[in-house]
């Protein structure tokens, strides 16, 4: 069985300072793994994700993670962050029989 | 991207109605939909997998009279909350995905539910 496990339920960063969110995932099989952004009573969006290749992956809005087999981790980054980036985050993993699992969210705060 | 149209965004109906959500994808054929249940502040748990033209997958937990799912189309899926009650009341969303378009599932921007 699979399942994705977010550090932090909430993460506050100043403007222009480094974004951080953690994400382990457990996994019988390659994953593929992915991050997404809600804002309030919308859907979601995806930023980026990971299915085969190269490990360090690009996403919209200057995010990107990184996949670490050895950690099982997907950790989420973004350089400077900006207060249009205030929202919930989420990182998922399926194993290819299309079931999509998701962690429990990060909820980020920026501070002014 | 694809865009995948939920509706409505929101509806308010009495306990004991019905309520059907309806999933649309824009300008895709959507082989796969899935349900999603987003109780406030909390992850999106999933309903169901439905495929065009064969009955839906349910999740454990997850009434399947109570939630009752077509895929009768390439482009539509709905969800119909049979006899709901108050704490049926939640966000749910739907997503998509295409053989063609890969491992990417598309979003709905969700339907909240109140249930009164």
């Known amino acids: 069985a699979q399942s994705v496990t977010q550090l932090g339920s909430h993460v506050s960063v100043s403007e222009g300072a480094l974004v951080l969110l953690r994400c382990n995932y457990s996994?019988?099989?390659?994953?593929?793994l992915f991050w997404y952004v809600q804002y309030p009573n919308q859907g979601l969006q995806l930023l980026l994700k990971?299915?085969?290749?190269?490990?360090l992956v690009k996403g919209i809005n200057g995010f990107e993670a990184e996949f670490k087999k050895s950690e099982t981790s997907f950790h989420l980054t973004k350089p400077s962050a900006h207060m249009s980036d205030a929202a919930e985050y989420f990182c998922?993993?399926?194993?290819?029989?299309?079931?999509?699992?998701f962690g429990k969210g990060t909820r980020l705060h920026i501070l002014p | 991207g694809a865009v995948v149209s939920q509706h409505p965004s929101w509806v308010i109906c009495k306990s004991g109605t019905s309520v059907k959500i309806e999933c649309r994808s824009l300008?895709?054929?959507?082989?796969?939909m899935f349900w999603y249940r987003q109780f406030p502040k909390q992850s999106l748990m999933l309903m169901a997998t439905?495929?065009?033209?064969?009955?839906?997958?349910?999740e454990q937990g997850v009434e399947k009279d109570k939630f009752l799912i077509n895929h009768a189309s390439l482009t539509l899926s709905t969800l119909t909350v049979t006899s709901a009650h108050p704490e049926d009341s939640s966000f749910y969303i739907c997503?998509?995905?295409?053989?063609?378009?890969?491992?990417?599932?598309?979003f709905g921007q969700g339907t909240r539910l109140t249930v009164v």
């Open positions: 997503s998509a995905k295409s053989l063609s378009l890969n491992t990417e599932a598309f």
């Open positions: 996994s019988s099989v390659p994953p593929y």
């Open positions: 990971y299915t085969t290749g190269a490990t």
């Open positions: 998922a993993v399926s194993d290819r029989d299309d079931k999509i699992i």
């Open positions: 300008d895709f054929q959507a082989t796969t």
């Open positions: 439905s495929n065009e033209g064969s009955k839906a997958t349910y």
